[in-house]
C-alpha cells in the first residue's frame, strides 16, 4: 500500500456544486494533514491543515479527518473555476511529511 | 524574508557538469526541506533539515546529490555530475516546527527549474 494515496482524476463538478477530494494513509501514528492546492506551473500553497478528527471549516474549504478508518478528505463548497488545479494531500511520518500525487480538479463553467 | 525563496529560478546546463540550487527559508523556520517534482509527477521527498543537521537523507536519489544548510538558515543542493534524468523543478519548503510537531505546516518557495541538455 502507498503512503498516501489520492484518486489522480481528473475530477469534473459543474461549477457551483461541491467538489470531494479524498486522501488515504497507511501510517496510523501520523499526526498532522494538509491539503495544498497547485496550480500548473507554480508551488503547491496550503490550503487546510487539520490535527484532530473531525471537521475543520475555513470558507468554502472544509476539511476532514478520520483517524480511525485512515482517510482525510477536502469539500469544496461553491466550487468556482478559479479552484481548477491539483489538490495534494500531506501526511506526516516519522520526521517528514509525505505527498500524494494529487488529484486533478476541473471546475466545468 | 516575506517567504521562502529560492535562486536560481531556471538553471540550464549540460550533462555532466555540477549545479547548486540555493534556498532562503522563512526566518525562524528551523525546518527545511528538499522536494523533486518532475513535469506532471507529484513531489519525491529529497531530504530535510532540522536546525543544520539531516536526520534523513534517505530521499537523496543517489550519491551524486548533496546537501548542507548553514548557520540553521541558507540551504544549497549540489548535483555532481549531472544527467539529463534530473531535470525537474526542485522545490524548497520550510516549517516553523519539526513534521509532526504540530503547526508543521510547510511553506514552498517558487522552486528552481532545472533542465539538463
Known amino acids: 500500500q502507498k503512503e498516501v494515496e489520492q484518486n489522480s482524476g481528473p475530477l469534473s463538478v459543474p461549477e457551483g456544486a461541491i467538489a470531494s477530494l479524498n486522501c488515504t494513509y497507511s501510517?496510523?501514528?501520523?499526526?498532522?494533514f494538509f491539503w495544498y492546492r497547485q496550480y500548473s506551473g507554480k508551488s503547491p500553497e496550503l490550503i487546510m491543515s487539520?490535527?484532530?478528527?473531525g471537521d475543520k471549516e475555513d470558507g468554502r474549504f472544509t476539511a476532514q479527518l478520520n483517524k480511525a478508518s485512515q482517510y482525510v478528505s477536502l469539500l469544496i463548497r461553491d466550487s468556482q473555476p478559479s479552484d481548477s488545479a491539483t489538490y495534494l494531500c500531506?501526511?506526516?511520518?516519522?520526521?517528514?511529511?509525505?505527498f500524494g500525487k494529487g488529484t486533478r480538479l476541473h471546475i466545468l463553467p | 524574508g516575506a517567504g521562502v525563496s529560492q535562486s536560481p529560478s531556471n538553471k540550464v546546463t549540460e550533462k555532466g557538469k555540477d549545479v547548486e540550487l540555493r534556498c532562503d527559508p522563512i526566518s525562524g523556520h528551523t525546518a527545511l526541506y528538499w522536494y523533486r517534482q518532475s513535469l506532471g509527477q507529484g513531489l519525491e521527498f529529497l531530504i530535510y533539515?532540522?536546525?543544520?543537521?539531516?536526520?534523513?537523507k534517505s530521499g537523496l536519489p543517489s550519491d551524486r546529490f548533496s546537501a548542507e544548510r548553514t548557520g540553521g538558515s541558507v540551504s544549497t543542493l549540489t548535483i555532481q555530475r549531472t544527467q539529463q534524468e534530473d531535470s525537474a523543478v526542485y522545490l524548497c519548503?520550510?516549517?516553523?516546527?519539526?513534521?509532526?510537531?504540530?503547526?508543521?505546516?510547510?511553506?514552498f518557495g517558487p522552486g528552481t527549474r532545472l533542465t539538463v541538455l
Open positions: 500531506a501526511v506526516d511520518r516519522d520526521d517528514k511529511i509525505i
Open positions: 533539515f532540522q536546525g543544520n543537521s539531516a536526520p534523513d
Open positions: 487539520i490535527y484532530s478528527n
Open positions: 519548503a520550510s516549517s516553523l516546527v519539526p513534521p509532526g510537531s504540530g503547526e508543521d505546516t510547510q511553506y
Open positions: 501510517d496510523r501514528v501520523s499526526q498532522s
